[in-house]
C-alpha cells in the first residue's frame, strides 16, 4: 500500500515531572489515498492527541508523520491546510458565536486567497444540504446537525484531500447522528476523499470506515479491518471486550 498518510512511532507528552501525561505512546500506522481509517478506544486512550499532532498541535515528543510521503513541516505550512481540515467533535465550541456562517465560510478563503469567494460559500452550503438562506445566519440560529453541516463545509472549503474527523457526530441526537453520517460517506464517495475518523463507538468506525485502528492508554492494540470487526475477529483480549461492551453493536 502507497500511504497518503503515514505516522510512525509517535509519541506526544503532556506536562511535567508529576503532571507527565504520555498521551500517545508508539502509534503508528499507513492510510491509503481514498480510504476510511478509524481509529477507536475509550476516553482518554489518545485519540484526539493523534489528530491533533496530525495538524501540529500536541507536544510531539517523537516520531514521524508524513503526507504523500513528504514529513510534514513545522510549524505546518499554508500548504498543508489546503490539503488536511479537520472537523471536531462539538460544533458550537468550533463557531464563533458573533460570526455568520458566511463569515465562518469566507475567512478561510480570504486567509488562501480564493477570489470567488461568494460563489465558493453558495457552492459549499449546498454540498451540505444547506441553502442559501443559512448563509447569514448565527450559530445560535441553527441546530446541532446544521451547526456540524457548517463545520463540515468549512473543513472541505478549500478542497482538501483528507479530513481528519474527530467525533463528529458524538454531540448530536441519534437521530441526526446517522443524517451527518451518511453526508460524511456521500462526500467521500463523490469527492475521493480520505478520512481519518475518531470515535468511542465502535458502530460508527464499522459504519464509516473500512480499517481501523484500537488504541487504550495511548498505546495501539491492534488494526483490523472492517470485516474482522464484523466477524469479531479480534486478536486482542482488549479489543474482544470493547466489543463486548459495545452494547448492541451488530457491526453494522
Ligand atoms: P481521547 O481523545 O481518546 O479521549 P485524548 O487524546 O483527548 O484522548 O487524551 C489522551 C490523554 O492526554 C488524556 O489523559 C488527557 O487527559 C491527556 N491530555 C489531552 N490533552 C491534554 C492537554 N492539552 N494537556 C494535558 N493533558 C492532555
Ligand atoms: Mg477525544
Redesign the pocket.
Known amino acids: 500500500m502507497t500511504a497518503l498518510v503515514s505516522v510512525r512511532d509517535l509519541d506526544v507528552t503532556?506536562?511535567h515531572g508529576a503532571n507527565e501525561?504520555r498521551?500517545v505512546r508508539g502509534v503508528g500506522f499507513d492510510v491509503a489515498a481514498g480510504e476510511s481509517f478509524g481509529i477507536v478506544?475509550e476516553?482518554?486512550?489518545?485519540?484526539?492527541?493523534v489528530l491533533r499532532a496530525i495538524c501540529g498541535l500536541a507536544p510531539t515528543t517523537a516520531g514521524q508523520i508524513s503526507i504523500g510521503g513528504d514529513p510534514l513541516e513545522r510549524p505546518r505550512s499554508q500548504k498543508f491546510y489546503r490539503q488536511v481540515q479537520m472537523v471536531f467533535q462539538d460544533p458550537y465550541a468550533s463557531l464563533h458565536p458573533r460570526h455568520t456562517v458566511d463569515k465562518v465560510l469566507s475567512e478561510p478563503l480570504a486567509i488562501h486567497g480564493f477570489a470567488d469567494a461568494e460563489a465558493r460559500v453558495e457552492k459549499a452550503l449546498a454540498d451540505v444540504g444547506l441553502g442559501a438562506g443559512f448563509r447569514f445566519r448565527f450559530p445560535h440560529q441553527l441546530s446541532g446537525g446544521q451547526r456540524q453541516r457548517v463545520a463540515i463545509a468549512r473543513a472541505l472549503i478549500l478542497e482538501p484531500r483528507i479530513l481528519l474527523l474527530d467525533e463528529p457526530t458524538s454531540a448530536l441526537d441519534a437521530s441526526i447522528q446517522a443524517e451527518v453520517l451518511n453526508l460524511l460517506d456521500a462526500l467521500r464517495a463523490e469527492r475521493g476523499l480520505t478520512y481519518l475518523l475518531?470515535s468511542h463507538d465502535l458502530a460508527v468506525v464499522a459504519h464509516m470506515c473500512e480499517r481501523l485502528l484500537v488504541?487504550q492508554h495511548?498505546a495501539a492494540v491492534e488494526q483490523l479491518t472492517r470485516n474482522a470487526l464484523q466477524n469479531r475477529a479480534a486478536q486482542q483480549d482488549y479489543t474482544k471486550d470493547l466489543l463486548v461492551a459495545s452494547e448492541g453493536f451488530k457491526g453494522a
Open positions: 503532556f506536562g501525561v498521551a478506544g476516553s482518554g486512550s489518545g485519540k484526539s492527541t475518531v488504541m495511548g
